[in-house]
């Protein structure tokens, strides 16, 4: 028997209209693309040359405001949570009903997955061997 090794050169091409499809698609995404970081760019002046200074002023001056406030009275501050508002700052999220709710589908979730994991019916030659 005669061993024949030849070598074949197999050139794999785009037809053209495939390739100017694609040259035409990436020239649009990179026009698209080209004036986000110019739009982006700040060109106007800040209000201020020292932001920091700036920032730091308007909280002094919330923070003076909200101790000259008088305070709530203990009934007043009472009855402001027995009333049930899901004000954030009253207490956390998992505090509220949202969040009880949250933690009961999460705790739902991971108990059926343990529950799935242990109870699992697809039974492989791959997994008899571990």
């Known amino acids: 028997m005669a061993n024949f ?3 074949h050169l197999v050139k794999v091409t785009l037809p053209r209209r495939h ?4 040259r035409a698609v990436l ?3 990179v026009a698209a693309l080209l ?3 110019l739009s982006a760019a ?3 002046t800040s209000a201020s040359a020292h932001p920091l200074k700036t920032a730091i002023a308007k909280y002094a001056a919330r ?3 909200a101790t000259t406030t008088p305070a ?8 402001a949570r027995q009333t049930g508002t899901n004000d954030p700052r009253t207490g956390g999220f998992f505090h509220s009903s949202a969040g009880m709710a949250c933690i009961a589908v999460v705790a739902a979730g991971a108990a059926y997955a343990v529950y799935s994991a242990s109870h699992d019916r697809i ?3 791959a997994r008899k061997n571990q």
Request: overall charge neutral; charged content about 20%.
């Open 5 to 7: 090794k030849e070598a």
């Open 19 to 22: 390739s100017a499809f694609f």
């Open 27 to 29: 020239l649009t995404a």
């Open 35 to 37: 004036p986000l970081p």
């Open 42 to 44: 700040d060109n106007g």
């Open 63 to 65: 923070e003076a405001a």
């Open 72 to 79: 709530r009275t203990a009934p007043a501050a009472r009855a």
């Open 123 to 125: 039974h492989s030659v």
